[in-house]
Each structure stands twice: as C-alpha cells, then as structure tokens.
T-cell receptor, first 114, second 109 residues
Framework: IAGITQAPTSQILAAGRRMTLRCTQD?????MYWYRQDLGLGLRLIHY???????GKGEVPDGYSVSRANTDDFPLTLASAVPSQTSVYFC?????????????FGPGTRLTVL | GQNIDQPTEMTATEGAIVQINCTYQ??????LFWYQQHAGEAPTFLSY??LDGLEEKGRFSSFLSRSKGYSYLLLKELQMKDSASYLC??????????WGAGTKLIIKP
C-alpha cells in the first residue's frame, strides 16, 4: 500500500513517560516532517529531515527528538511527556526536500498526556 | 514576522460558490499551498501557486497575488462532501511551510 503509515493511531500516556511515535513511508521520498496540530492553531513543524542521515529543528522542537536512519522511517520520541504535548501528530513526506514540493500526510496519531 | 491569516469559519449553501481568502507574510516566499482536511483526517493537497494568477482544477480554483500577499481558494457547485477545513500554507526563507489555522467550511443543504 503506497503512502505513509503512523502508529499508534491514538495513545493515552502518563506524564513523565517516554513515547515513540512511528512513521513509515514507501514512496521513497527524500524529505520527512513531523507536525503537531492543536485546536485553533495551524500545523506547527517539530522536526524535519531533508534526506536520510540528516535532521533539523522546526518551530517547536523542545521536548522532542527524531532520527532518520534510513529513507523510509522517521520516528518521533518524547523523552519525558508533559500535558502540553497533548496534540494530534502528523508525519508527512515530500519528494525533493524543499518546501516547493507537495507534502503528503500520514493519518495522524492522537496523543493525550495526563 | 511571518504570518498566515485566514477566516476561522465560513458557511455556504449546497450548489453555491464560496471564496476562502488567505493573506500571508513570509520571508523568502516560494509559493502558496492549499490543503483540505476533513474532521479527524489528514490534510490532503489541493493546489500550489507560485506565479500570479488563477489556477483552475475542476470545481476548485486558486488565485495568487504576490504583490498583495494574498491568495484565495474558490469552490464552485458546492457539495456536502466539501464540508471540511481548508488550510493555507506559505513558504519561509528556510523552505519550510508556515501554516494558517485553517478555515472551517460548513455546507448547508
């Protein structure tokens, strides 16, 4: 199945716990992104990767880390979750690594931190 | 600063036409995107404008004026399935997308 998959679909997490959100794409896209979406706010970029082996910080990177060991996978880790990280998280990918390329989104992970 | 502004909510009637406006202020502008997002789902690509003018794609059209920092999405022959949020996104100097908060479009029979 072509596209982007994310796991889990939803998760309730106790504050202070570590959590990794998974993202896998099979389109062989070079660039991948993690966004969070909160009510009344636009999508905000957490981290991005223009190509395997490289990562960069977005608008709201604090409390999150990423890795890009290969082209297909781009996991997002919350080292010690806090309630303000309650959000819907979207992973996206694009072909060329530039913002002029269309980004394609995964179905999202709804995370609640209590 | 960088900013994308669009109305929070709009209401229209099935079969009618609606125009959703977006104003942007970004550094290093390299084009403007429109995405559709149904409730509980992922955003999906609708259009991309980098040059001034109107781009038509079926019932949906998108317009850009770079000099005015302005874009709009025009939806014709509205259908109930068009009820969704419409997200405007511009590019910044780092080639990342800056997103508006989205316009929730409510279609009434």
């Amino acid at each position: 199945i072509a596209g982007i998959t994310q796991a889990p679909t939803s998760q309730i997490l106790a504050a202070g716990r570590r959590m990794t959100l998974r993202c896998t794409q099979d389109m062989r896209h070079n660039a991948m992104y993690w966004y969070r979406q909160d009510l009344g706010l636009g999508l905000r970029l957490i981290h991005y990767s223009n190509t395997a082996g490289t990562t960069g910080k977005g608008e709201v990177p604090d409390g999150y880390s990423v890795s890009r060991a290969n082209t297909d996978d781009f996991p997002l880790t919350l080292a010690s979750a806090v309630p303000s990280q309650t959000s819907v998280y979207f992973c996206a990918s694009s072909d060329g690594g530039g913002a002029v390329d269309t980004q394609y989104f995964g179905p999202g992970t709804r995370l609640t931190v209590l | 600063g960088q900013n994308i502004d669009q109305p929070t909510e709009m209401t229209a009637t099935e079969g009618a036409i609606v125009q959703i406006n977006c104003t942007y202020q970004t550094s290093g502008f390299n084009g403007l995107f429109w995405y559709q997002q149904h409730a509980g789902e992922a955003p999906t690509f609708l259009s991309y404008n980098v040059l001034d003018g109107l781009e038509e794609k079926g019932r949906f059209s998108s317009f850009l004026s770079r000099s005015k920092g302005y874009s709009y999405l025009l939806l014709k022959e509205l259908q109930m399935k068009d009820s969704a949020s419409y997200l405007c996104a511009g590019t910044d100097s780092n080639y990342q997308l800056i997103w508006g908060a989205g316009t929730k479009l409510i279609i009434k029979p």
